[in-house]
């Protein structure tokens, strides 16, 4: 189950990937916001980063206008390690060296060819298992 989580900025974009998802049969659940209306990025960063820390979900889509402001929200989450991703390599080293289970992107920045292939690297590459990630990972909690 992905969570997924927009403002205004994210808008647009967060509906592409939702089309995606269900194109590919990839279930998720929407977290809002669910207008164009102007509102706040920290409420719908916290509830998904929320949704993946108790395990309700297992990774969350995060969309913003710059991807900034609501990363940095979900960061606020223990156990949640949220990526700002606008490029396909950082998107598949951030699965493999961080574990990230958020990935965070800009509706202003990048368009939707690119940020679906973004979607759909971080979504299907695995972790690398490393003991130094794994270290690494286990420092960012303590
Ligand atoms: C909203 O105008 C904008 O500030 C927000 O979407 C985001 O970019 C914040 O980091």
């Known amino acids: 189950m992905i969570?997924?989580?927009c403002d205004h900025g994210g808008y647009d974009l967060m509906q592409e990937v939702?089309?995606?998802l269900e194109e590919k049969k990839v279930p998720y659940k929407n977290f809002g916001t669910d207008s164009k209306a102007s509102c706040d990025y920290p409420?719908?960063?916290k509830n998904v980063a929320m949704a993946?820390?108790?395990k309700e979900c297992e990774f969350?889509?995060?969309i913003c206008g710059t991807g900034i402001g609501i990363s940095m929200a979900a960061n606020k989450v223990a156990g949640v390690r949220a990526a700002l991703c606008h490029d396909c390599f950082s998107a598949e080293a951030t699965?493999?060296?961080n574990n990230a289970n958020v990935l965070c992107m800009g509706g202003r920045v990048v368009g939707p060819g690119l940020a679906l292939k973004i979607v759909e690297i971080f979504l299907n590459t695995e972790f690398s298992n490393d003991d130094r990630h794994i270290r690494r990972i286990s420092m960012l909690e303590n």
Request: proline fraction near 0%; avoid cysteine.
């Open 43 to 45: 409420v719908f960063g």
């Open 52 to 54: 993946v820390a108790n």
């Open 18 to 20: 939702i089309a995606y």
């Open 3 to 5: 969570a997924l989580g």
């Open 95 to 97: 699965r493999q060296h």
């Open 60 to 62: 969350g889509i995060l």
